[in-house]
């Protein structure tokens, strides 16, 4: 069965220090895998997929297929960056994500 | 002002007795989602639609039912036979095909069942 693991509940770093939140993830399928972020009083949104290779907000995240690992990184952490962060791994035929239990990110100054 | 909404914001319940979730979107999109969120566990699939008039059980289905009548309304019915229903409730919408994985949130409904 599919399954996301975010081994952290918390993560606190200060600001300028790098970031990296986990992520390992068990599927039989070609995985898609993605990050959504929480910010205070907002909404669970979708921060990047690993198939645009993209930065944003100066986030990165890299599927390793032989580590079956998605980590989320940021050089400098700022104090905006404080959230919370879930992996998460498209199932069921492309229909549905399954959801890691998520990591809270502080930032401390 | 387009998007997804959740109402009521809090609700609160006896034991024992039915209580209906609202989940409205405008975003004309065809699939609709329903998460459970407790601390510590992440966000869990009750149930998702990914078109009118069908619906499939997600991971955590028992206890729960929806309805799926409209392309803009996805009602969760909470059960008494949940057994743990206090928590916090999340529905979603995105499109389907390509960018399912892109889901909408609403702001969330917290159920409190004494």
């Known amino acids: 069965a599919q399954r996301v693991t975010q081994p952290e509940k918390l993560l606190s770093v200060f600001k300028g220090a790098p970031v990296e939140l986990k992520c390992n993830y068990s599927y039989s399928g070609s995985p898609e895998l993605f990050w959504y972020v929480q910010y205070s009083r907002q909404r669970l949104q979708l921060l990047l997929r690993?198939?645009s290779r993209e930065s944003i907000k100066g986030f990165t995240a890299d599927l390793n297929k032989g580590e079956t690992s998605f980590h989320l990184k940021k050089p400098f952490a700022q104090e905006e960056d404080s959230a919370m962060y879930y992996c998460a791994l498209l199932t069921g035929g492309g229909n549905k994500l399954t959801f890691g239990t998520g990591t809270q990110l502080k930032v401390e100054l | 002002d387009g998007g997804i909404t959740q109402s009521p914001k809090y609700l609160f319940r006896k034991e024992g007795q039915n209580v209906t979730l609202s989940c409205e979107q405008n975003?004309?999109?065809?699939?609709m989602y329903w998460y459970r969120q407790d601390p510590g566990q992440g966000l869990r699939l009750i149930y998702y639609?990914?078109?009118?008039?069908?619906?499939q059980k997600g991971d955590i289905a028992e206890g729960y039912s929806v309805s799926r009548e409209k392309k803009e309304s996805f009602p969760l019915t909470v059960t008494s036979a949940q057994k743990n229903p206090t928590a916090f409730y999340l529905c979603?919408?995105?499109?389907?095909?390509?960018?399912?994985?892109?889901?909408?949130f609403g702001p969330g409904t917290r159920l409190t069942v004494t």
């Open positions: 690993h198939i």
């Open positions: 979603a919408s995105s499109t389907t095909g390509a960018a399912s994985y892109e889901q909408y």
């Open positions: 639609s990914q078109i009118v008039n069908d619906f």
């Open positions: 975003l004309n999109h065809d699939a």
